[in-house]
């Protein structure tokens, strides 16, 4: 089960922190990370982190001003980012795959978190 929270209206240029409790019992394994989808588009990858936190791997429309990071204490990954543009503006969605592998969370998500708005204003 996967509970985001953080999301709102954001101005261009701010930033933002998205996180994403895990309430399951396979924190400490699964790869995390983040999609998003804007109005009439597909759901895209944002971002991910391994199950030991050892490797990440990002869209290349977020890299350099995202980046995922998790909390094993708190059962939280999260999802920050600067240089915010009106084309972030997107439902975000914290995803959980099984397999802990970053590549294998691109191509099979195992759980949704329900979404959240983030809304970037110029």
């Known amino acids: 089960h996967l509970v985001e929270s953080g999301g709102g209206l954001v101005q261009a240029g701010d930033s933002l922190r998205l996180s994403c409790v895990h309430s399951?019992?396979?924190?400490?394994?699964?790869?995390l990370g983040w999609f998003r989808q804007a109005p009439g588009k597909e759901r895209e990858f944002v971002g991910a982190i391994s199950w030991n936190g050892l490797s990440t791997l990002y869209a290349d429309s977020v890299q350099g001003r995202c980046t995922v990071s998790k909390d094993n204490s708190k059962n939280t990954v999260y999802l920050d980012c600067n240089s915010l543009k009106s084309e972030d503006t997107a439902v975000y969605y914290c995803?959980?795959?099984?397999?802990?592998?970053?590549?294998?969370?691109?191509?099979?998500?195992?759980?949704w978190g329900s979404g959240i708005q983030v809304t970037v204003t110029s």
């Open positions: 995803a959980a795959s099984l397999s802990g592998s970053i590549y294998q969370l691109r191509r099979v998500v195992d759980g």
């Open positions: 399951g019992s396979t924190f400490n394994t699964d790869a």
